[in-house]
């Protein structure tokens, strides 16, 4: 899709670049054939957006990249070229990196980069030799303290990687019936007006603000939703808070240029507006339990666990046919 990471780039008020970065990994994610303009995009924004984030936020995308099976190769090696405490998930575990990239990383780096590479379990026979080459060369600097240190590194990132991972198995298997009900109150009349008016003028950043408003949740939810270039989020949030279908069509059409020519029309009428409402329920469960004042509370009292801010390719049932207001 044309320009489909190009939108992230527009300077917008309230958008941490840390934001920026996970928002560009999550829609690279998204794509199950991405095009080799996706790619060249991708390539271009994930550098410049990496180098100006932090470092936690670099380690969360790489581990995320580690798990995409395709990744541009010229990404591949800047990541490889990261420090090890950065590069390792990803030099352990991507499937992406050819075979070439691989040698070119074993020439251009040193001893910890080898060992991570050393770690995955779909080695050649050609990047096999190339190892056994790196470790004769630096046999004579390494030390038993040094290898101790790059494993143990290792392990941890490796630890964290499974904590996360259960942590959000945990978070999928939650039972709805234990979630506290979330009703999700339609839009007034001020805010669809509001989110017409700011769409004209181009103002993005008072969109995230009255969409917060609407959806009584933090801003960091909102711009979240409006970070999805695709547009889905957006036109489910539209749909779920009973904006008027014309409405809501032009503040697509507007914020994401790439849906005219018919292609808003298309996205609406491929959610279901229930769907779409229960879907903008849980987010802003999640909302509540990371941004608010804690879990939200279940009928008898107890917290409730948080459902999880989701991303799907497909939007079953049909649209809603709604009177333009």
Not at 58 to 69: G, I, K, N
Not at 148 to 158: F, G, N, T
Not at 252 to 277: C, F, K, Q, V
Request: glycine share 8%; aromatic share 4%.
């Amino acid at each position: 899709m044309a320009d489909r990471f190009r939108e992230l780039e527009r300077p917008q008020a309230g958008r941490p670049k840390d934001i920026v970065l996970m928002a560009t990994v999550s829609s690279f994610e998204s794509l199950r054939f991405p095009s080799r303009s996706d790619l060249v995009q991708f390539g271009e924004l994930f550098e410049q957006l990496y180098a100006a984030s932090s470092d936690e936020a670099r380690r969360q995308a790489v581990a995320a990249l580690s798990r995409c099976p395709q990744v541009p190769q010229e990404t591949a090696l800047f990541i490889a070229h990261q420090p090890i405490g950065i590069a390792a998930i990803f030099l352990m575990g991507s499937k992406a990196i050819t075979d070439r990239t691989l040698l070119d990383i074993l020439r251009a780096t040193g001893p910890d980069h080898a060992r991570a590479i050393g770690r995955r379990d779909d080695l050649s026979p050609a990047v096999i030799e190339a190892l056994v080459g790196t470790h004769q060369k630096h046999a004579s600097r390494r030390t038993g303290e040094d290898r101790a240190e790059a494993l143990r590194e290792a392990a941890r990132l490796e630890r964290e990687e499974e904590i996360r991972a259960e942590l959000r198995a945990l978070v999928r298997a939650a039972t709805p019936a234990a979630e506290a009900p979330v009703r999700l109150v339609p839009a007034s009349e001020i805010h669809q007006a509001l989110f017409v008016r700011f769409a004209r003028s181009g103002d993005v950043g008072m969109i995230a603000v009255t969409l917060a408003d609407a959806l009584a949740s933090s801003q960091w939810l909102s711009e979240r939703i409006l970070l999805d270039v695709s547009g889905r989020q957006l036109g489910e949030t539209l749909l779920a808070l009973g904006v008027a279908e014309a409405d809501g069509l032009f503040v697509l059409r507007t914020i994401y240029p790439h849906l005219a020519e018919g292609r808003a029309e298309t996205l609406i009428a491929s959610l279901d507006p229930a769907e779409a409402t229960r879907r903008v329920e849980s987010w802003q469960r999640a909302d509540r339990y990371t941004n608010g004042d804690g879990l939200p509370k279940a009928a008898n009292g107890d917290a409730a666990p948080a459902g999880g801010l989701e991303h799907r390719d497909a939007f079953p049932g049909p649209g809603r046919q709604s009177a333009a207001g």
